[in-house]
């Protein structure tokens, strides 16, 4: 049974850091590319980033370049996502995906298999 688990949410005051993991497991994990995504209250699912196991190749979106971090250990499966000098409009429910290969469009949420339940980011002013 294929399964994402997000964990390492929170309420964090702005400026502030947080460390998001995305557990994997029931997959080839070098197979797959890492996604992660977030949504906020009645806006669409936006892409944040994406790593691919394979070769490492990282792509962020521009909201978060300069501040954000995925990084992946093969070696547990494991996907983080450190998120550095938060903003209030960072808040969302943040969800990781697992596409196979590296999507032609890694922000695209339709390029993706599999997705994680989400964690609650919460960015205070």
């Known amino acids: 049974e294929v399964q994402l688990v997000e964990s390492g949410g929170g309420l964090v005051q702005a400026g502030g850091s947080l460390r998001l993991s995305c557990a994997a497991s029931?997959?080839?994990?070098?197979?797959?590319?890492i996604g992660w995504f977030r949504q906020a209250p009645g806006k669409e699912r936006e892409g944040v980033s994406c790593?691919?196991?394979?070769?490492?190749?990282?792509y962020y979106a521009d909201s978060v370049k300069g501040r954000f971090t995925i990084s992946s250990d093969n070696a547990k499966n494991t996907v983080y996502l450190q998120m550095n000098t938060l903003k209030p409009e960072d808040t969302a429910v943040y969800y990781c995906?697992?596409?196979?290969?590296?999507?032609?469009?890694?922000?695209?949420?339709?390029?993706?298999?599999?997705w994680g339940q989400g964690t609650q980011v919460t960015v205070s002013s």
């Open positions: 790593i691919s196991s394979s070769d490492g190749s990282t």
């Open positions: 995906a697992a596409a196979v290969g590296l999507p032609l469009r890694p922000y695209a949420p339709y390029e993706y298999d599999y």
């Open positions: 029931g997959f080839t994990f070098d197979d797959y590319a």
